[in-house]
């Protein structure tokens, strides 16, 4: 089922630490940044920003589907 894959990969270690690394190099470059460069920072935000959008999507449908499953049938 999709919703496990996607379980899977969120539990996944490696995944999780690449996730970071990403992060973590683009929150360095906007660190790192000339004050003026505004076109670099607005990338670092933007990419940033897609991934944690990525996960959070991601991560909402395993919490949905874990929902699902606790529903009452009636």
Do not use: G, P
Not at 3 to 8: D, F, L, M, Q, V
Not at 50 to 67: Q, R, T
């Amino acid at each position: 089922m999709q919703t496990e894959a996607i379980k899977n990969i969120l539990d996944d270690q490696s995944f999780k630490e690449v996730m970071e690394d990403i992060i973590a190099q683009h929150t360095q470059m906007f660190i790192h940044s000339d004050v003026d460069d505004k076109q670099t920072r607005e990338i670092c935000y933007l990419r940033i920003a897609a991934v944690k959008e990525i996960l959070s999507y991601l991560e909402s449908i395993a919490v949905n589907d874990k929902l699902k499953n606790k529903q009452w049938k009636i």
